[in-house]
Nanobody, 126 residues
Framework: VQLQASGGGLVQAGGSLRLSCAAS????????TGWWRQAPGKEREFVAA????????YNGDSVKGRFTISEDFARNTVYLQMNSLKPEDTAVYYC????????????????????WGQGTLVTVSS
């Protein structure tokens, strides 16, 4: 499975961006797709994830109510709509996929995602 993230850029605080994660290869093996981010000097942080089985979604506490994850199965693409952006959202955003059933806290565990894209930079200016 190959993942290609895109859509990052520079935006002012309060603005919006939509990230895309295009999947190719043996995508039928994947159970879920998620977005993670890593700010300079910080650990990678869970942002959001979506199940390919029932479209249930999971969000990190810092983005609840502002970010929405969705999937277009026909295009094999997962989107992350980011609204009300804050300077603290500045980070490299990675999409990742899991190929096994995620339960409970596994959704929020970095090691549960085995396929990773290259990342796209989001910069939010104040």
């Amino acid at each position: 499975v190959q993942l290609q993230a895109s859509g990052g850029g520079l935006v002012q605080a309060g603005g919006s961006l939509r990230l895309s994660c295009a999947a190719s290869g043996r995508t039928f093996n994947t159970y879920a797709t998620g977005w993670w981010r890593q700010a300079p000097g910080k650990e990678r942080e869970f942002v959001a994830a979506i199940s390919r089985r029932d479209s249930s979604t999971y969000n990190g506490d810092s983005v609840k109510g502002r970010f929405t994850i969705s999937e277009d199965f026909a295009r094999n693409t997962v989107y992350l709509q980011m609204n009300s952006l804050k300077p603290e959202d500045t980070a490299v955003y990675y999409c990742a996929a899991a190929d096994w059933v995620l339960v409970g806290s596994a959704w929020y565990r970095e090691s549960a995602y085995v396929y990773w894209g290259q990342g796209t930079l989001v910069t939010v200016s104040s």
